[in-house]
């Protein structure tokens, strides 16, 4: 046993001896190289390097050219492999040499190689170890001293904004880019210049004075429409004022669509470091709204990048590359000349219209007024340009269409459905009404619901014909809350609507009192509809009950039934059959609709604004129409304070027959 003991200890003392005697390995030593290069520490690989390398490079260099590099080249994911042999006997001799692979991410695309490094044994601080003998083919095998790696960007094709028919409502075009040579600028001219361009003298100055600008180089001042003939003409009249074509966004149908279609402008540096791991870039233009906002990615298309090494010799080498990938066209149901018709007809009204195909749910028109010139705002407004649109009381840059307003009586169609289904509305009975005014109960105060025709009995055909607010009121009450709420959700109030351009959603509001219920029941009270939800709630008049799904792409499915059966197809026939008589019917609210030989039905509104009875507030005038025969086209259109003396409803009443009588 004491034998068996002696023997374990001398192999113990040994293998300690050994250990302590133990001289650095190649393999281990460039092991330690890559584990430093996996993790990009730079300045710490340096320290590996062989005195030959050292003599080559300094570590400033060594480390700021690595980062550069991968910095310029976005290299991500990289993975430097080295296999340590499981048997080396290179380190009985002074050199070594071992191959790694590099696998990695660029901008490019995936970046691969294998090389093989040298390794020298050398003393250093009489201390020998082995060091890396380094050279440029550590970065890239294909890359020799004196050549450079070049990056080029291809950009992509951004898709265009198509109506139904294929014509541009956002296309490539071409704009003039307006200068002048560097160093001829006269005096005399920089003032008209700067009028001419809404320029001020200091941006003009600024441009030139940039450190590129060398004497008789064009310098970009800025881009001007080439619609802009009269502007463009005046500009080159001026002597050293020079114009080029390039390429830009442009908007066949400016201010008509400008608020659907939105527009393009420079990448900010607040959005570039939103977008930035989506493949955006500084260089790029971005969608600021609209359309051109909502599809952007898809739009935008990604840019093609290529990745080479430049030799000393002239030639080129290919390294890597990512092929330009176009943006895809978005198709819309939009009829573009439909859309510039309904916007001529609002004129310098402010509001906002919309069309569509009640069977097939496609939107045929999305209209804002007033509106802005895409055009323009592409190519960047001036401050006082911009100042004024901003100021503007009629507020140009409101997206009307995709906001809520108060609809007023073009909510009683669908209180006169709810009630129908619910049994609280009879057609024919005829309901007692007395004088214009009437309240519940003396609770109520001082607070009346109005009506404008006196007449007594009033079933539901009279309430329609001559807009009965006091009718849809005792109907609403007589519903109760949880009905007539339960009803309305049905025709999708309170729910956001599924649509291709971002919707404000319906609301019911509070309907805490009967005060309250009872207002809601001619489209007051708390009520809020967007325009294209409005139209979506009158298709079950024109589809035996079942509402159908709004639209806005080409590629959607077309006639998808969003809620079947919110109405019966009976009760939904009469309803429709009551909004012809609006417009039929000598008495009619909507009579200044009829149209000889086409027989449009629909309905008018007047909304109240306002904050309490009795203080004078603004009224939004609304109609909506549709050919009963052929339900091809619904047109729903509100003006912004129809107040007296203007008229009320019967001036979206003649512009939606305006529009009809052209489009039939």
Known sequence: MRKLFGVLLVALLVLVFAGCSKEPQPQDRFNEYINL?????????????????????????????????????EISDLEIQFKKPKEDKQGENEKAHYSFTANMNSVAGPISFTYKANLKKEEKDNKKNWYVDWNTGFIFPQIKEGDKISLNTIKPKRGEILDRFGNSLAANGQVYEVGVVAGKLDSSVIDPLSKLLKMSLEQINKTLDASWVQEGMFVPLKKVSMEDKERVAQLVA????????????????????????????????????????????????????????VFDEQLK????????????????????EK????????????????????????????????????????????????SFDPNQATLGFSTDEWKALQDNKKKPLLTRFSQVFAPGSVMKPITAAVGLESGAIKPDEGVKIEGKQWQKDKSWGGYYVTRVHVGSPINLEKAFVYSDNIYFAQAALKMGKDDFSAGLKKFGFESELD?????????????????????????????QMSIVHLLAAYTPFVNSGNMIKPVLLADDKHGQVMQEGVVSSDHAALISADLRK????????????????????GK????????????????????????????????????ENVQKPRGGSSIPVKKVKNIYTKWK
Do not use: C, H
């Not at 030959?52 to 310029?72: N, T």
């Not at 298309?301 to 890597?320: F, M, P, R």
């Open 604 to 639: 008018t509104g007047t909304a109240e604004i306002k904050q309490k009875q009795g203080e004078t507030g603004t009224e939004l005038g609304w109609f909506i129409g549709y050919n009963v025969e052929k339900p091809d086209l619904m047109i729903a259109m509100m003006v």
């Open 323 to 370: 092929p330009v990938a176009d943006g895809k066209d978005i198709k819309l149901t939009i009829d573009a000349d439909l859309q510039a018709t309904i916007f001529d007809e609002m004129g310098k009204e402010a509001g906002t219209a919309a069309a569509m195909n009640p069977v097939t749910g496609e939107t045929l028109a999305l209209v804002s007024s007033p």
């Open 499 to 527: 649509y291709a351009y971002p919707l404000a959603t319906s609301k019911i509001g509070g309907l805490a009192n009967d005060i309250a219920l009872a207002d809601s029941g001619y489209g007051q009270g708390q009520i």
């Open 582 to 601: 609006v417009v039929s019917d000598p008495s009619g609210t909507a009579r200044a609709a009829e149209i000889k030989g086409y027989p449009l039905a």
């Open 301 to 320: 298309g990604t840019t093609g990048v290529k990745i080479s090494i430049k030799k000393a010799d002239g030639t080129e080498e290919l390294l890597a």
């Open 238 to 293: 001026l002597e050293p004022v020079q114009t080029r074509k390039v390429e830009a966004r442009v908007y066949p149908y400016g201010k008509a669509a400008a608020q659907l279609i939105g527009y393009v402008g420079p990448m900010t540096a607040e959005k570039l470091e939103k977008l930035k791991d989506k493949g955006y870039t500084a260089n790029d233009v971005i969608g600021v709204r609209g359309l051109e906002q």
């Open 37 to 73: 290069w996996n993790k990009q520490k730079f300045d710490k690989m340096y320290d590996y390097l062989s005195n030959s390398a050292k003599k080559k490079i300094s570590q400033e260099e060594f480390a700021s050219r690595y980062k550069k590099i991968y910095d310029d080249l």
